[in-house]
């Protein structure tokens, strides 16, 4: 029998749903456990660095803190099978990791939070049991929830923004039905890098929560199932008579997924771009020491930036995080030879995200020590 691994997460959690996905994918065994067991901060957490999900107790004993790099332990020991190999699909399937992870938290927020007559009583009962056992767990549950609520309103959607907002949402989930409706995963017939990525919000919190999984059932059924089928071992797809359970053949990039993206690249293009010019300017002045924290709490607040949404202004906060992410995209792109390149340079500029290639800060951020440092 293999070795039985432990990832500390939570049912309700945005990117505890990415590291799941991937383990059930991948047909890795594990065990889960909240956050509320003992073991947790008892055994995990000193090693850990940070109180965050999802965090992977190895079979070995080993310490994963943060989605990405419990993805990264097992990809990189098994030559990366999450990646496809062509250029096209390799490429965009990295930037739709960094989308999923980062690029739809705004939607994300809004429709957990910002709905609570359907919502309120779905969360309570999670938030409650992801709490040990005590005499002031509801207590705390409430202070833990008001903590989240108020860290939504930090993503820019308030009710000058919520309109467009909720319309650029509801095109994305349109554009993303039309594509899954041909093709059970992004690029075919089996989960990318990017389809795991992309789950962390479709799951939890838009797949889940009862207004926005309402909404999916009854407007996006294809995404609906694309959600069902990323939690499944198996491929799932009975309603696909012809598909193999592999990439598109020839690096293809259909055009539905194309169309996905430039609904996506509306906000997330500028608002990289103006994430990328407030975090430099605040790695100019404060000039953080090399090993020292870039994401989480322990780097401290960082600012926020402003950009341009359909005649809207908004004002959300710039997280080294997105970048960290981009890196990988980056460094793939700036290693492809010129014939690559071209082919490259042609799908960014078709789906409206050339622009993310030039939107990096000043400072690389690393790994170390179980967290994300300033290099």
């Known amino acids: 029998m293999s070795k039985l691994h432990t990832l500390y997460a939570m049912p309700h959690s945005l990117y505890s749903g990415r590291a799941r996905s991937y383990l059930i994918k991948r047909g890795i065994p594990f065990r889960e456990l909240s956050t509320g067991h003992e073991s947790f901060k008892a055994e995990v957490l ?22 990405a790099a419990i993805i990264e332990y097992f990809e990189a020991s098994h030559a990366y099978p999450s990646y496809p190999a062509g250029t ?8 739709f990791d960094v989308i999923g992870t980062d690029g739809l938290l705004r939607p994300a927020m809004h429709y957990r939070w910002n709905f609570p007559e359907a919502n309120l009583a779905f969360l309570h009962f ?5 709490q040990r056992i005590s005499a002031t767990r509801g207590e705390k549950t409430g202070a833990m929830m008001d903590r989240m609520r108020h ?22 989930l349109d554009t993303l ?34 207004y926005p999984s309402s909404l999916m059932q009854q407007r996006a059924l294809a995404v609906q199932r694309w959600v069902e089928r990323m939690n499944r071992r198996d491929s799932d797809t009975p309603e696909f008579f012809t598909g193999t359970e592999d990439y598109l053949p020839d690096d293809e990039v259909p055009e ?10 509306e906000d997330f293009v500028p608002e990289t771009l103006a994430a990328a010019a407030t975090l430099n300017e605040w790695l100019a002045e404060h000039a953080p020491d090399a090993g020292a924290p870039a994401v989480g709490r322990l780097a401290g607040p960082h600012p926020s930036c402003e950009f341009q949404l359909r005649g809207r202004t908004i004002k959300a ?4 995080h997105r970048f960290y992410l981009l890196q990988r995209f980056q460094d793939f792109y700036r290693a492809l030879e010129t014939e690559e390149r071209g082919l490259a340079d042609d799908l960014l500029a078709r789906c409206g995200m050339a622009q993310v290639i030039g939107a990096k800060l000043s400072r690389r951020i690393t790994r170390k020590g179980n967290l994300e440092v300033w290099e």
């Open 317 to 320: 906060l710039a997280q080294p």
């Open 256 to 265: 539905t997924l194309l169309s996905v993206l430039r609904v996506v690249a």
């Open 46 to 67: 000193p090693r850990g660095q940070l109180p965050t999900i999802p965090t992977l107790l190895t079979a070995d004993g080993e310490v994963i803190r943060d989605g």
């Open 126 to 130: 999670h938030f409650l049991n992801s």
């Open 88 to 95: 096209g699909q390799r490429l965009l399937s990295s930037l």
């Open 151 to 172: 860290a939504a309103s930090l993503f820019g959607v308030n009710e000058r923004t919520r309109e467009v907002v909720e319309a650029l949402y509801l095109e994305f």
């Open 177 to 210: 039905n039309a594509h899954f409706a041909s093709l059970p995963y992004l690029f075919g017939g089996r989960p990318s890098i990017g389809d795991f990525g992309l789950l962390a919000p479709m799951y939890a919190h838009l797949g889940r929560d009862p």
